[in-house]
Nanobody, 126 residues
Framework: QVQLVESGGGLVQAGGSLRLSCAAS????????VGWFRQAPGKEREFVAA????????YYEDSVKGRFTISRDNAKNTVDLQMNSLEPEDTAVYYCAAGTGSGYNALSRPMSYDYWGQGTQVTVSS
């Protein structure tokens, strides 16, 4: 059982930056692909970014390409999401998730993940 804890959320003005971090409870984290999702009030959970186990592949949702960067440090059991040029539309609860699916079609879908964190709130003011 992998436990995930997100941190780094907060309130920021439009155009600002935040860095989210997802920390795992155990070393087997390196065996999982990891994704970030977000959910705004009244909306479904949507894919943001994903990274493969050994950092060969990175995937991004179109609206965050060029603004967000996903990275991982398997030695520290962490996956980070650097978010720049934030927009009010980025406001949501952000979740990290770990799973064994591969490829964009799998990793962009919540059902492909086995473990989820509790989420961290990101609020971008205009």
């Amino acid at each position: 059982q992998v436990q995930l804890v997100e941190s780094g959320g907060g309130l920021v003005q439009a155009g600002g930056s935040l860095r989210l971090s997802c920390a795992a409870s155990e070393g087997t984290f390196r065996n999982y692909n990891v994704g970030w999702f977000r959910q705004a009030p009244g909306k479904e959970r949507e894919f943001v970014a994903a990274i493969s186990r050994i950092v060969i592949f990175r995937y991004y949702e179109d609206s965050v390409k060029g603004r967000f960067t996903i990275s991982r440090d398997n030695a520290k059991n962490t996956v980070d999401l650097q978010m720049n040029s934030l927009e009010p539309e980025d406001t949501a609860v952000y979740y990290c998730a770990a799973g064994t699916g591969s490829g964009y079609n799998a990793l962009s879908r919540p059902m492909s993940y086995d473990y989820w964190g509790q989420g961290t709130q990101v609020t971008v003011s205009s």
